[in-house]
């Protein structure tokens, strides 16, 4: 009988280590709360802002996601997004667990963003831009659900990459956080033009004299 070998991925994260039997514990009453490694930090603490940021990214992914999943009947070519915003999701907390945890606290083998996460998102904006026509003036966030909510998203992303840059000036933050955070934003502007183009949605170009002051000129000329 031959003996089994156990083939060990260097690249896996470990399982997560969460045990929610409360949900309140009252121990943030105080305005404080903890960083992974245990450390009680005030809520507006920049590594809190920072991770919390990346939460509120997470929601606004599912929702597009739930958009999206709406659509599928027009097009089989969004299932191609679907999966991309799942797995972006589950990337945003391994980008949570890094920032929510000080450098001298991670493990080897704690969830984090790595240069693949960040070169895949480049392969993809890449591959979907090329499927668009060239830009002439700036979009508005519009046109179809899922397009508005990735606009959404890319808006708080640009937030999160700020807040995380603000982080990296007073304590040790990856690179990859922010190079993962200016590729999703940038990934995010793609795919709301893509999804409009898929499902056959309007794409509303940025007409400056669409504003109130330039049409009121109209009106007066007439």
Known sequence: MGASIEVVDENKFDDPRVALNRIYTKRGDTGETSLAGGQRVA????????????????AFVGMAYVSCEQETGKDPRTGLLLGILRRVQHELFNLGSTLATRPEDMHPKQARITSIEVEQLEREIDAMNEDLAPLRSFVLPGGSRVNAELHCARTVCRRAERLVVALARVEEVPPEAVQYLNRLSDAMFVWSRWINMVVRAPEILWQPNQAASARHVERFEE
């Open 43 to 58: 809520k507006d603490d920049a590594r809190i802002e920072a991770y919390g940021t990346v939460d509120e990214i997470n």
